[in-house]
């Protein structure tokens, strides 16, 4: 079974840009291993090194202001190849949970099965993320996956979130599918038993 989530308060990490696709996110040499251990010391690794292997200072995770358990990235997050390792890599790196305007459909459904939870927010409500965290790093959101809200701790301000009712509970009970259907044994056996 997985970390429970069930609210995260938290700061965030803000990647402004828009169209990341899951190539970015892990580049394609790097899916060679076959677990999903040591992903994430190669999180945007083409963003974060140079050709010489040293950190680009200007990208935002070698930038010590910005720290947290939240992935905030502009619209069409996720875009690209079908690849898991990008929801693998960004959970080893300590993400819990991804805010875009808009995620990949692979990408979310990808996210989801790997207890990292994608909120969709509004374009306007991401731009007051984005604007409050530029003013003050150390801003906070909170995410409350029963109520499916996110707020803006700065300001109190809140939006709601979908999510399947089915990965919610699984998310809320730290299940994957296999977990899901252990946690039904019972009502699975007296059905059988009922035959």
């Not at 974060?48 to 992935?71: E, H, I, Q």
């Not at 700065?154 to 990965?167: L, R, V």
């Amino acid at each position: 079974m997985a970390e429970k989530f069930i609210t995260l308060e938290t700061t965030i990490v803000p990647l402004l840009v828009e169209n990341i696709d899951t190539d970015q996110i892990i580049p394609a040499r790097f899916l060679k291993a076959t677990t999903r251990d040591g992903f994430g010391e190669n999180l945007f690794r083409d963003w974060r090194y140079d050709k010489s292997n040293r950190p680009v200072a200007s990208f935002v995770l070698n930038n010590p202001a910005y720290s947290g358990k939240a992935l905030v990235g502009g619209k069409n997050f996720g875009s690209g190849s079908s690849r898991e390792h990008a929801a693998w890599a960004i959970v080893d790196y300590g993400f819990r949970a991804v805010v875009s305007s808009f995620f990949a459909d692979i990408f979310k459904n990808n996210a989801l099965n790997n207890g990292l939870l994608p909120v969709q927010a509004s374009p306007a409500f991401l731009s007051k993320i984005f604007a409050a965290v530029e003013k003050d790093p150390e801003t906070k959101i909170r995410i409350d996956l029963e109520k499916q809200e996110i707020t803006l701790l700065a300001t109190g301000e809140k939006e709601s979130f979908d999510i399947n009712p089915y990965k919610k509970t699984c998310l809320l009970n730290g299940y994957d599918d296999i977990d899901y259907l252990l946690s039904m044994k019972d009502e699975i056996e007296a059905y059988e038993k009922s035959r």
